[in-house]
């Protein structure tokens, strides 16, 4: 029997899709083809729409329908848990005053232009006085929005939908007592040879080599296309138009490899979601956890093995034998692996990565609870840098300035970084008990069962499940963090012979 308001809710749901995803091909061309001269017009456009998709999210007869539906007994689970989605985040979108709104907007817009700046001039204090009224607005949204447990659970929720500090807390507690005295080990071993990675590499040869990775993986350009911007990043209009970006550096190879195989593992996801569930809850994303999990397990799981290479290093020989002719795949996966510690979070490898992730969470719940204020950031950020990493931060440029996260006013964001590489290296642990001989098909460049493992597992059910539902449902268990540090035992007592 059809019900005619889930039929009606189905129409809103998809009319506010409709804009949303207007907006983000308008996003995608300003960081793509855009002339300069467009920005003006490009912002008020984008303004536009954001009001318009706003206006129709929190209208009186959108609330009355899932209200009346949240009480609807015949409904089927899927659509249950769709209503109950929605009606969250109508809920969450109501508690913002007009008033909160603008305020908010204007600070966010101030901070980020004295961010800017404050990096360029590696001047803290013109920043310090926004982010200081930012913070004060972000304390303010969590007591707005609620929480049961600590304030930051407010805040982590928008990114990670059920995530709570004090679940945080313990995984960082792991991370802290067991990577740190691992990748200190490392560090005293001698280290390997990546010089050849930093030679010549012509662009277009580049970029032919990252749309075979994409296709191998199981991309599919006819719902997709990969172009170049300053940020690589992977964005989507239906999960039948997702695009990727990728940046090609011509004196490392670096920086294509990896931003094609990322964000491949990213559009994967968007592309496995299913048409039919089109501006539904069932049709997006669990949370930018497990959206990074996709990346992270194609990109470290995969993308950083032995095997992946020993299907793909030929060929990258073969356009390259200027730079890699003498080199064996061995020493190329070696080159790839190295752990050490620096000061940048982007450019970080998979293992020192989490402690960068760390030190923001700590440093945003301390802001969140009061126990520092901004104006102690930057010796604060630096000493947890000596603590952790052990280095010397040379300037707030490098250090306490370099992420733009917090002058958007992203609080709570940080986290699901470290979460999508835990996620992922618990899920691929699964995989391999799953798939028979996987190892094998991967290094015969065979990744069409995993995709479609993926696909079973995580992708087609959209945000049915939270990420911890998902997680027990696929591994039998909650996240834990041993699965990674199992992974990386293996691997880097290998690489560094420890
Ligand atoms: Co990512």
Redesign the pocket.
């Known amino acids: 029997m059809q019900n005619t308001n889930y039929a009606k809710y189905i129409a809103i749901m998809q009319k506010i899709a409709d804009v949303q995803n207007a907006s983000s091909l308008l996003n995608w061309d300003q960081e793509t083809y855009m002339p300069p001269k467009g920005a003006a017009f490009r912002a008020q456009q984008l303004s536009t729409l954001a009001g318009i998709a706003h206006e129709l999210a929190t209208s009186t007869e959108l609330g009355v329908l899932l209200t009346e539906l949240s009480k609807d007994d015949s409904l089927a689970e899927k659509e249950k848990r769709n209503i109950k989605k929605s009606l969250k985040n109508y809920n969450d979108n109501k508690k913002y005053t007009t008033e909160f709104v603008q305020d908010l907007s204007k600070t966010i817009s101030e901070a980020f232009q004295a961010w800017q700046k404050a990096k360029e001039t590696n001047d803290f204090s013109l920043y310090a006085p926004k982010l200081e009224k930012l913070v004060e607005l972000k304390r303010k949204e969590c007591e707005l929005l609620g929480y049961t447990g600590h304030p930051y659970d407010a805040m982590l929720d928008q990114y990670e939908p059920g995530a709570k500090t004090v679940d945080l807390e313990k995984l960082f507690a792991d991370v802290r007592s067991q990577l740190v005295a691992f990748v200190k080990q490392i560090a005293a071993k001698p280290q390997n040879n990546d010089a050849f990675m930093f030679g010549f590499y012509d662009k277009d040869k580049q970029w032919d080599v990252g749309i075979d990775l994409l296709k191998q993986m199981g991309y599919d350009f006819d719902a997709g296309r990969q172009d170049i911007s300053s940020h690589p990043f992977t964005t989507n209009f239906s999960c039948q138009d997702v695009r990727v970006t990728t940046r090609i550096n011509q004196n490392d190879l670096n920086e294509m490899i990896w931003s094609c195989i990322?964000?491949g593992g990213?559009a994967l996801y968007e592309q496995g979601l299913l048409p039919s569930e089109y501006g539904l809850p069932s049709g997006e994303y669990i949370s930018l956890g497990i959206?990074?999990s996709q990346?992270r397990l194609w990109e470290n799981n995969v993308g950083r093995s032995l095997n992946y290479w020993k299907a793909n290093f030929k060929t990258l020989q073969k356009a390259f034998p200027e730079n890699l002719e003498k080199i064996s795949v061995e020493d190329f996966y070696k080159a790839m692996n190295i752990v050490k510690p620096s000061l940048i979070r982007t450019s970080a490898d998979e293992l020192t990565y989490h402690f960068h992730v760390l030190i923001r969470f700590e440093i945003e719940k301390a802001l969140i609870e009061g126990k520092i204020q901004v104006n102690e950031l930057p010796a604060y950020w630096n000493s947890k840098y000596k603590e952790y990493l052990g280095i010397d931060v040379p300037s707030d440029k490098q250090g306490v300035l370099q992420d733009i996260h917090w002058s958007h006013g992203s609080f709570g964001y940080f986290p699901t970084y470290s979460l999508?590489s835990f996620y992922a290296a618990q899920f691929f642990a699964q995989a391999k008990k799953e798939i028979p001989n996987l190892e094998n098909q991967l290094e015969q460049g065979n990744m069409l069962n995993l995709l479609s493992w993926l696909r079973e597992k995580v992708h087609k059910h959209g945000k049915y499940y939270t990420a911890e539902e998902l997680c027990v449902e696929i591994t039998g268990e909650k996240l834990n963090f041993n699965y990674f540090m199992e992974y990386a035992k293996v691997k880097y007592k290998w690489l560094y012979q420890l």
């Open positions: 990322h964000e990213h959206h990074e990346s999508g």
